[in-house]
């Protein structure tokens, strides 16, 4: 079955610098990525995802890439600001619609 | 347009009790996905619903766990004779296979406490 391996765990940037999240997956099956942001005590929150037809998906300060032939995808925020600061989750869908979680990075954005 | 609701938010019981944990999807859907989350880990796939239907249970413990999306009112996760390693944060995902069946939208989740 499907496995999504996430890096890193921890990542601290200064506020107003970039931050990268990376997702393995091992699926060439899959085809749909969401990205998550959770916060503490709520549920997860989707902030952007990307289809297998394209490489790259951009909104605002947040952009995923996708490489399907080494079968991983990336996360990139600009800007950070105090706000970003969350649990970050990638996945992937299988071919029955269940997504595979990656295990999170926790994401801290210092002032 | 309400989001995915989920009661209760906060549950606590005692092992051997049983926890129902409820699941209203997004106005227009009609699945839905139950994940659990251990403390400091990603969500683990449980089941897959649609009304009146399992789709998908190969998350699902055989014994105790039980789920359903009957064609009126929430879904369901029963969890019969809690014990200890069953406390977790429940989450339930709904998606309009009309529109993209892939998009799943999260509720609130459950945090369930078995003492």
């Known amino acids: 079955g499907e496995n999504v391996e996430q890096h890193p765990s921890t990542l601290s940037v200064q506020e107003g610098d970039s931050a990268v999240i990376k997702c393995t997956y091992s699926d060439s099956a899959s085809n749909y990525f969401p990205w998550y942001k959770q916060e503490l005590g709520k549920g997860p929150q989707l902030i952007i995802d990307i289809r297998s037809n394209v490489g790259e998906k951009k909104d605002q300060r947040i952009a995923v890439t996708l490489n399907k032939t080494a079968k991983h995808f990336s996360l990139h925020i600009t800007e950070t600001q105090p706000e970003d600061s969350a649990v970050y989750f990638c996945a992937a869908m299988d071919s029955s619609y269940k997504l595979i979680f990656g295990s999170g990075t926790r994401l801290l954005v210092r002032p | 347009n309400a989001g995915v609701m989920q009661n209760p938010r906060h549950l606590v019981r005692r092992r051997g009790q049983e926890a129902r944990l409820r699941c209203s999807p997004m106005?227009?859907?009609?699945?839905v996905y139950w994940y659990r989350q251990l403390p400091e880990e990603g969500l683990k796939f449980m089941v897959y619903?649609?009304?009146?239907?399992?789709?998908?249970e190969s998350g699902m413990p055989k014994e105790r766990f039980s789920a359903e999306f009957p064609k009126e009112g929430p879904s369901i996760l029963r969890i019969q004779q809690v014990v200890r390693g069953d406390s977790a944060a429940y989450f339930c995902?709904?998606?309009?296979?009309?529109?993209?069946?892939?998009?799943?939208?999260f509720g609130p989740g459950t945090r369930l406490l078995v003492l």
């Open positions: 106005k227009g859907h009609s699945h």
């Open positions: 995902a709904s998606s309009d296979p009309s529109t993209s069946s892939e998009t799943q939208y």
């Open positions: 619903l649609q009304k009146e239907n399992i789709i998908d």
